[in-house]
């Protein structure tokens, strides 16, 4: 069937706004508190005027150095919030938020499994591409390496979507088969539905900034620079909060749209 971006993200929408209490709470407690956390914990560089490339990279490689003892469990963290956050969206039964929280904790490990398993595909497959680019010496040959290794990251990234609705609602508990589960969904719209994921992405980013910028600006005009970093950090850290609960119901949504069948009292979305 056709992917419907337009019905997708009324179905999504009209989720959240129906379980927003619950989900904006588990919303909260598993992606902005440990967004927060690392903020306030391994603050990001702050770009110089006039810095030179070799700067910005080694600043970067700073802080990713400094922040990567705790990117792994914060990830942990935000896909057991994640698969939490769809059970409530999908579940006709209505569970309690502790419910969610322990269905969500059951499917973490096949999704932990099945996230592996694209990461290493796409480490060897990217790795020798970019690697045969580089060692060619052509430079036209080391950015077309590159630039194929990216479109195939994305390309998986979009196919393998589902992985979350496939394991939750569908109870695919195999990593190997939930990732196969989410390419049979995706086929023959990965290009409908990853221009979908990228328009809200840029929608969602560009509220953030604008929203971000002008309370930041207020903020520091009102209180002192420490108070306006406290409160840009709090601000941001939120607005993603939304932004990724979300994009969980946009993806419930495009599971539902593309062969969700509700035999089992799961996986339809309001609307």
Do not use: C
């Amino acid at each position: 069937m056709k992917f419907d971006s337009n019905l997708a993200w009324q179905r999504a929408s009209s989720a959240v706004a129906a379980n927003r209490e619950v989900v904006l709470a588990l919303a909260g407690v598993f992606f902005l508190l440990p967004t927060l956390g690392l903020t306030l914990l391994v603050p990001p560089p702050q770009p110089s005027p006039g810095a030179s490339t070799e700067a910005v990279l080694k600043s970067l490689n700073e802080y990713y150095s400094a922040a990567f003892p705790y990117l792994l469990p914060i990830a942990v963290l935000q896909a057991m919030g994640m698969l939490s956050l769809l059970t409530l969206l999908t579940d006709k039964n209505r569970p309690t938020v502790g419910d969610a929280i322990r269905l969500g904790l059951k499917g973490l490990l096949p999704y932990v499994m099945a996230q592996l398993l694209v990461v290493i595909g796409l480490g060897v497959v990217g790795g020798t591409v970019i690697a045969i680019g580089a060692a060619s010496g052509i430079a036209a040959l080391a950015v077309v390496g590159a630039v194929v290794a990216f479109s195939a990251v994305a390309y998986v990234m979009i196919r393998t979507s589902l992985l979350g609705p496939v394991i939750v609602v569908d109870g695919q508990r195999n990593a190997l088969a939930a990732i196969l589960r989410s390419w049979q969904l995706t086929q023959g719209n990965a290009a409908r539905i990853g221009l979908f994921y990228l328009l809200v992405w840029i929608a969602f980013m560009f509220v953030i900034a604008v929203i971000t910028l002008v309370l930041g600006i207020l903020f520091a005009l009102a209180g002192s620079q420490e108070v306006s970093r406290m409160a840009e950090a709090v601000i941001s850290s939120g607005l993603n909060a939304v932004m990724a609960l979300y994009f969980v119901g946009i993806f419930a949504a495009v599971h539902s749209q593309l062969g969700r069948h509700a035999a089992t009292g799961q996986g339809d979305l309001p609307g």
